[in-house]
Every structure is written in C-alpha cells, then in structure tokens.
C-alpha cells in the first residue's frame, strides 16, 4: 500500500524524523515503542527524552521537574495569564485562548531565561579567557542588556522560588550530577549586582531555571521553549476557571473604571 501511494519514497523522506516514528500499529518515540513508556517513564523524562534523544537519569529528571513546576504560574498579573482569562470569555476555545496567552511569552515577557543562559554562557567564556569569575561576571553584566535577565523582581524583594530551585541545584552539584559552572556564573552575577547596595538583587525564577536548565545542557533557545511548556499549565488552569465562572467579554479593567477623557484643544470637533 506504501509503494503504492509513495512509489518513490519521496514523501517519507521529506517528513523523515528521528523525534517519532508511526505506521498502523505502531507508534515510537526516538525508537521506543510508547507502550514501554507509558506507566514507566514521567513527563520530564519524556520530555527530556523528545528533545534529547535519550532517557534522563532519576536525579537528572527530578531536577528538571523542579524548574518545570516553579514556572507554571504567577498569577493573573501576568500578560500572558490575563490574556488566556479575557480570551476565552470572548467565546473561543481552549485551545485558542492558551495559544493567545502563550503568543505573548517574548523577550520581555517570558524570555528572560533564554537571555539569562546566554549571560551566563558570556561569563563562562570570559572565565576561559582568563579573567576570574567575579570579573567575568562584572564585564557580561557591564555590556549586556540594561535590565540584566533572571536578576531582580518587581514584585518580590526575594523570588521565594529562587532559594529552593538554586538549593537543589547546590545538592546537584555536590552528588556530581551536574558540572556547577552555570550556578558559579549566576552567583557571581548575583553577588556583583548586589555589592554597595543597600537592599541586595537576588535572582529571580528566570535566573534560577535558567541556571537548571543550562546545568543539564539544554541551550539558551529551549530554556525559553522550556519555560513556555511550563507556564502553559497555568495558563490552561486560568482559562478554564474564567470559563467556569461564565464571564463574558472581560476586558482589561472591571466595567465600572472608565478612561479619563483626554484634554482637546479649543474647537476640536
């Protein structure tokens, strides 16, 4: 039946993979068969093994977990939380309205850990060129960007995930599951930020998984793509509790506020 309706196997090898395989009966992931995944193997290591090509080890995986679970929501605040809420009272799906929360994770809201990796990976290859950490660090912060990615909150003196996210990371690296040399990077920017100041700049839930996710050898690119599977469960939980609460068209700003009128100039129509 192939030959027949690909006789020169033009079109399987335009769609050729090495992420899935499927025919009539079967269907493999990176050559498994995903019956002897399911029951056996967690999301992060199917995740891991999607992207990777191989199955994590168990404290491989628990780390990744971790950094997944801090990320998957922070409240309707949040652009891309308050977006999937107003979109689905608009009469749309599910699926629409995550997918409008989602398409607003970009360098400013959502790319921070992408950024923060690539800062990191700048101290690292200055340390290799001789400077020590702390000057390293100093110099990728001095010409990067103004609002230094993963440093910082504007909400919380002290991102209350960042101690238990860069704490397993420590313990990681004390068991020698992880190298350590991301988690020296973010420290010494931590500590460059934070010098003379009289209220210090600890990093936030960018810095910290970005640390996690570099120290397990994704690359800058997927610690956003990363962030964004994980916020995508907050963003489906939000949805669908503005979906059970019946709203419809909300907007930005509850009915009752209205917009202060703008000042016109004498005889504007």
Not at 114 to 131: F, H, I, M, N
Not at 165 to 177: C, N, Q
Not at 209 to 220: R, S, V
Not at 231 to 236: A, C, F, K, Q, V
Request: neutral net charge; aromatic residues 4%; hydrophobic residues 40%.
């Amino acid at each position: 039946m192939t030959a027949g309706i690909d006789p020169t196997g033009d079109v399987a090898r335009w769609w050729a993979t090495d992420v899935s395989h499927m025919e009539p009966g079967v269907i493999e992931l990176r050559g498994r068969p995903v019956q002897d995944l399911i029951g056996t193997v967690d999301l992060p290591s199917a995740i891991w093994l999607l992207l990777r090509g191989e199955l994590p080890d168990a404290p491989r995986a628990d780390l990744l977990q971790a950094a997944l679970v801090a990320g998957v929501d922070h409240g309707p605040q949040a652009p891309s939380i308050a977006i999937a809420r107003m979109a689905i009272t608009c009469g749309i799906g599910l699926n629409s309205a995550m997918a409008s929360g989602i398409n607003v994770l970009g360098d400013a809201h959502g790319g921070a850990g992408e950024q923060c990796v690539t800062l990191l990976d700048e101290v690292l290859r200055l340390e290799s060129a001789g400077r020590t950490t702390a000057e390293a660090a100093a110099e990728a912060v001095a010409a990067g960007p103004r609002y230094v990615p993963g440093f910082g909150h504007r909400f919380h003196p002290r991102d209350p995930r960042r101690d238990p996210l860069v704490s397993r990371t420590e313990a990681a690296v004390r068991a020698g599951v992880v190298p350590g040399h991301h988690l020296r990077a973010g420290k010494a920017i931590e500590d460059h930020l934070s010098r003379g100041r009289p209220r210090p700049i600890p990093m936030n839930i960018d810095g910290a998984t970005a640390i996690i996710y570099a120290e397990l050898g994704f690359p800058a690119p997927l610690a956003r793509g990363l962030f964004v599977l994980s916020r995508s469960i907050g963003i489906l939980a939000h949805a669908w509790e503005e979906h059970e609460q019946g709203t419809r068209n909300k907007g930005p700003v509850p009915r009752s506020i209205l917009p202060p009128r703008r000042d016109r100039p004498p005889g504007a129509a």
